[in-house]
């Protein structure tokens, strides 16, 4: 990693931008908590702890999963979707196989992951979560040492926004210290240590692992670990401009992180967390009374574009939690991690800030076919009930390993006055939303999200495309396309009221209509 970023500053990739960014994070003042990182490393080799240095930066799950750096985009979304991630070595002294990919980790039952920097520039959400990834090894005594369980569920709720400790007037380009640990012990003395290194209590976070979730221990017997965190929704141009020079410097010498594994030199005795408590959903104010204003937006689409379309068939999609292809029958609601757990299903990293309402069946959204979908709801973050909401397009990739690779999202800063198309004298049209998706959009159309994936841009403007290659023109047979079938997601993140996800009972539910061929088809 190291070496290819020197390669990247060398033949010129950062440019200009990155040079001035990284000039503004070396002057460090009094609120960084870097310069406070060599006596903070001193204080912890005093206290009796060795230390390994990691990295968090930048990931790109979509261009990872689309490249062949990992095996699923775990229901992300492309650049400039924000996604930062724990990267560390297997212990020196570990003899046991190197994980499938650096972002999994061990901890021994009394060690520690530390991670020290600054919040990021103005966004409406950020957060930072611990999952555990991999069960223990089923059968311990053999040779298959990746004979684990997959889980992907949250160790307890996500450190947010909302929830952070930190200093200042607000949440942007603050000092936190991250301490995620399984030991009582180790977050006291390493409480000791960040205070004697001079940082404040006030933005020291903790983060616990119980073993009733993960199991902790290094080799067969211990739990594979990942750390991430999101940021979404900067308000303006000049915020976007910030978070992307901000994102770019994770993946240079000037990253405003550091990362560490502690771990004591004597082992310290078990002193495990009890389950976490998790904050609760729901305020008991649900936006029902904007339900017979969503049921006037259905009919008026319904209406309008059968109007402007006799010829194309409607079609309502029905709504539902996200669940991945669950050949039991056995339903899985992906923000109910400890669920999952107790059932022994894949969670597939979902986080208790979040809902995730999926649109179902497949549709398709094919280049050469009229065929487009509405999405149409009420606007959660006007009614107070989430601190932004997002739409997101997925392609669902059938018989190859690849999963949930996100094509497109679109913010509800976005969604604008395209409701009034359809209701344009509704008292209430200014708390809805509607949103076409095609693969053929005009041009500036603040009403249409263009589905487009072989356009794909990473962070640095670069086109990539996926391979298998993601065909959305319907060659489902062929052995090396992804089936274009196509579902739509549904968040609505923090309740302000509450710091976590809106009960989904409160929720009047998100729903689209595709217009097309597709399901009247022989």
């Known amino acids: 990693m190291k070496t290819s970023i020197f390669v990247l500053v060398t033949i010129g990739v950062l440019g200009i931008l990155l040079f001035a960014g990284a000039a503004r994070y070396q002057g460090l003042d009094s609120r960084s908590a870097l310069d406070r990182v060599p006596k903070f490393l001193k204080e912890i080799e005093q206290s009796g702890f060795d230390w390994q240095e990691g990295e968090f930066s930048y990931l790109d799950t979509v261009k990872e999963a689309c490249t062949g750096g990992m095996n699923t985009a775990v229901g992300n979304n492309p650049w400039p979707n924000t996604y930062l991630t724990l990267k560390l070595d297997p212990p020196e002294d570990l003899d046991y196989p190197d994980p499938p990919w650096r972002m999994l980790y061990q901890l021994r039952q009394d060690a520690a992951i530390v991670i020290i920097g600054e919040t990021p520039p103005k966004a409406a959400y950020f957060s930072y979560y611990t999952f555990s990834m991999l069960g223990p090894e089923e059968n311990p005594n053999d040779d298959n040492h990746y004979d684990r369980t997959r889980v992907g569920v949250p160790v307890g709720d996500s ?11 607000d949440r942007a380009n603050r000092p936190f210290v991250y301490i995620i640990t399984g030991n009582r012990e180790t977050e006291r003395r390493l409480r000791a240590t960040a205070l004697a290194a001079g ?44 978070l992307e020079e901000w994102v770019k410097l994770t993946l240079t010498p000037y990253n405003p992180f550091r990362a560490f594994r502690v771990t004591p030199v004597e082992e310290l005795d078990i002193n495990p967390y009890p389950a976490p408590i998790l904050r609760v959903r729901g305020t008991g104010h649900t936006e029902m009374d904007l339900y017979p204003a969503m049921k006037e937006l259905r009919k008026a689409i319904l209406d309008q574009e059968a109007e402007r379309n ?31 757990l ?31 979908v509405m999405l149409y709801g009420v606007n959660h973050q006007k009614t107070g009930k989430a601190t932004y909401a997002s739409v997101s397009v997925y392609v669902e990739p059938g018989f190859v390993p690849q999963r949930e690779i996100g094509l497109a999202t679109r913010l509800d800063r976005t969604f604008g006055i395209c409701a009034r198309q359809y209701l344009p004298n509704h008292p209430q049209v200014d708390m809805l939303y509607a949103l076409k998706l095609s693969r053929h959009c005009a041009e500036n159309d603040p009403c249409c999200m263009q589905i487009d994936p072989p356009k794909q841009l990473d962070i640095w403007g670069e086109h990539y495309e996926c391979n298998p290659k993601i065909d959305l023109d319907g060659a489902d047979s062929a052995e090396l396309s992804w089936k274009s079938d196509l579902f739509v997601i549904f968040r609505a993140y923090v309740e ?11 929720l009047v539910w998100d729903r689209a209509i595709y217009f097309g061929p597709y399901f009247t088809a022989p």
């Open 159 to 169: 450190t947010n926004i909302a929830t952070i400790n930190t200093i200042g007037p």
């Open 199 to 242: 940082y404040p209590a006030a933005i020291i976070n903790v983060e616990t692992i119980s073993p009733a979730i993960a199991p902790l221990g290094l080799g067969a017997r211990g739990s594979f670990f990942g750390t991430a965190s999101r940021v979404a929704d900067p308000p303006d141009e000049e915020a976007k401009a910030a």
């Open 310 to 340: 006799p010829l194309l068939p409607a079609t309502e999609l029905g709504a539902r939690f996200w669940q991945e292809k669950i050949t039991t029958g056995q339903q899985m609601l992906i923000d109910q991690p400890y669920v999952n």
């Open 342 to 372: 107790q059932l022994d299903i894949f969670d597939y990293m979902g986080i208790r800030d979040t809902n995730y309402i999926q649109t179902y069946p497949y549709f398709k959204l094919r280049s050469n076919v009229d065929e487009y």
């Open 496 to 506: 302000p009221a509450t710091k976590v996800a809106p009960d989904d009972n409160e």
